[in-house]
C-alpha cells in the first residue's frame, strides 16, 4: 500500500496527516512516528485529496465550526486495537468517557489497561478523539500528544 503525508500546523502544534489510496490512516503529533499509523515510508503531497480535506474539516473543528468529521478513515491495527478506536468514534464532541467505560462498550470490562494501550496507539488523533478518554477519578491521564495538548482539546470542546 502507498501512503502520502502532509504536515499541517494547528493550535495544538504541527501534525503529519496521513492517507493510502482508500482514506485517512494518520494524524500524528510531530514527533510521532509514521510506523503508528501502519506507514514504513510516505511520500510528501500537499495536494492529496484526502489530506486537504482533513485539513479543511481540522481548520474547521479548530475554529469551532465542526463537531464530527467526515473523512474515509481506514485504522491499521490489531482486532482489539480497532474495537477500542472504533469506540472513541462513539464518544460525542464535548464529553468525555472513562477507560472503564470503554471497556465495557467493547464486552470486555476487565480490560482497563489494554483499553489504555490502545488508547495510546491510537493513529488518526483528534478525529478518533482518544482526548476524550478520562481516568475513572476524572483526571486527564495519558494522551500522545501531552496533556497540555489533551487540555486545550477539551476546552476547546467545551467553549473555554
Known sequence: ?????????????????????????????EKDD???A?????LHDKNNPILAETERQLCEYFAGKRQSFALPIVFIGTDFQKRVW??????????????????????NERALRAVGAASSKNPISIIAPCHRVIGT???????????????ILLNLERGK
Not at 501502519?38 to 510516505?42: F, I, T, V
Not at 469506540?87 to 467493547?106: N, R, W
Open 86 to 107: 472504533n469506540a472513541l468514534l462513539t464518544i460525542p464532541y464535548g464529553h468525555t468517557k472513562t477507560y472503564k467505560e470503554i471497556a465495557k462498550q467493547i464486552g
Open 38 to 42: 501502519g506507514a514504513k515510508s510516505a
Open 34 to 36: 509514521s510506523n503508528r
Open 1 to 29: 500500500m502507498n501512503y502520502v503525508y502532509k504536515m499541517v500546523t494547528t493550535p495544538v502544534g504541527k501534525l503529519k496527516l496521513m492517507a493510502s489510496e482508500t482514506g485517512l490512516v494518520g494524524i500524528l503529533w
Open 137 to 151: 477519578s476524572g483526571k486527564l491521564t495519558g494522551f500522545a500528544g501531552g496533556l497540555e495538548k489533551k487540555a
